[in-house]
Nanobody, 124 residues
Framework: QVQLAESGGGLVQAGGSLRLSCAVS????????LAWFRQPPGNERTFVAH????????SYADSVKGRFIISRDNTKNTLYLQMNSLIPEDTAVYYC?????????????????WGQGTQVTVSS
């Protein structure tokens, strides 16, 4: 079992930056593939970024590529999402997710463990 707890959300103006954190706890937390997903108001949850257990592989949704950076610090059992050049369309609840499923990347069905989410609101 793995527990995930996001933090760092808030209100920011367009063009600004935020850094989200996700504390990962439980059994062997550093062995999991981790990812960020987001769910805008009235829309489905979508993939944002993923990172392999050792950080060697990362991928991003096209909508955030070049603006967001996913990283992890396994010494602190923490996942991060640095969000730069934010736009109003980035407004959403952001969730971190974990999976032990080999090859998992962007399909939310592959992720077994989820945090409670943190709200990010970007004003224009």
């Amino acid at each position: 079992q793995v527990q995930l707890a996001e933090s760092g959300g808030g209100l920011v103006q367009a063009g600004g930056s935020l850094r989200l954190s996700c504390a990962v706890s439980g059994r062997t937390p550093n062995s999991y593939i981790l990812a960020w997903f987001r769910q805008p108001p009235g829309n489905e949850r979508t993939f944002v970024a993923h990172i392999s257990w050792n950080g060697g592989r990362r991928s991003y949704a096209d909508s955030v590529k070049g603006r967001f950076i996913i990283s992890r610090d396994n010494t602190k059992n923490t996942l991060y999402l640095q969000m730069n050049s934010l736009i109003p369309e980035d407004t959403a609840v952001y969730y971190c997710a974990a999976t032990a499923r080999f090859g998992a990347v962007s399909d939310s069905n592959d992720y077994r463990f989820w945090g409670q989410g943190t709200q990010v609101t970007v004003s224009s």
